[in-house]
């Protein structure tokens, strides 16, 4: 049974086009979140939800907007793509802070 | 803004050697994990380290939390070639926010046959 799954796996597109991805945890987590993870392989946080509730937004461009419809849901919705968005974008899900579960990555890239 | 350096950031070593690799930071964490990451798929935790000065062994995997809790060691003892992957440190915050972690930039170990 897949923990935390995202899709698509890969995604390739043109600049300036907008596009999602989706996340699911079947986990019973409260607490979800999206990561970027650049070319050097450094993981960094960029948002995260509790129970629906936008509690960490890091300094992302507008053009990034994540949603939760529920609290096993976490999709990242952005818009005007640009090159440097370029990278594998990770959701993970945790019941505390000490431990989290990593989907397996969306690879995005922009053309 | 809480930092974590890991060093070194890339390791390539023969089968049955011994490792170490260094988190460091400046600032005082609630708590340290060291996950580990195969290429292709999303990190997975190894370990978490909670007291100053705590010890936790995982087979050949020994982790270490400083006695003040600003740094950690990953110690692999007779490295094998499935021990090839990106191994990150990633640090809780002590006291403010309780949900998000600092992630150190990684080290990317190969060992070869």
């Known amino acids: 049974d897949t923990a935390v799954s995202q899709t698509p796996k890969y995604l390739v597109t043109q600049m300036g086009n907008d596009k999602s991805i989706k996340c699911e945890q079947n986990?019973?987590?409260?607490?979800m979140y999206w990561y970027k993870q650049d070319s050097k392989k450094f993981l960094k946080i960029m948002f995260s939800?509790?129970?629906?509730?936008?509690?960490i937004n890091e300094t992302v461009p507008n053009r990034f907007s994540p949603k939760s419809p529920d609290k096993a849901h976490l999709n990242l919705h952005i818009n005007s793509l640009e090159l440097g968005d370029s990278a594998v974008y990770f959701c993970?899900?945790?019941?505390?802070?000490?431990?989290?579960?990593f989907g397996p990555g969306t690879r995005l890239t922009v053309l | 803004t809480q930092l974590l350096e890991q060093s070194p950031q890339f390791l390539s070593i023969q089968e049955g050697e011994n490792l170490t690799v260094y988190c460091n930071s400046s600032?005082?964490?609630?708590?340290l994990q060291w996950y580990r990451q195969e290429p292709g798929e999303g990190p997975v935790l190894l370990v978490t380290v909670v007291t100053g000065g705590e010890v936790k062994k995982l087979k050949r995997l020994t982790f270490q939390f400083g006695d003040a809790r600003k740094d950690s060691s990953l110690h692999i003892t007779a490295a094998q070639p499935g021990d090839t992957g990106l191994y990150l440190c990633a640090g809780a915050a002590s006291g403010g926010s309780n949900y998000k972690l600092t992630f150190g930039k990684g080290t990317l170990l190969t060992v070869n046959p």
């Open positions: 939800y509790n129970n629906k509730e936008l509690i």
């Open positions: 986990l019973g987590h409260d607490t």
């Open positions: 600032s005082v964490f609630s708590s």
């Open positions: 993970a899900s945790s019941p505390t802070t000490d431990t989290q579960y």
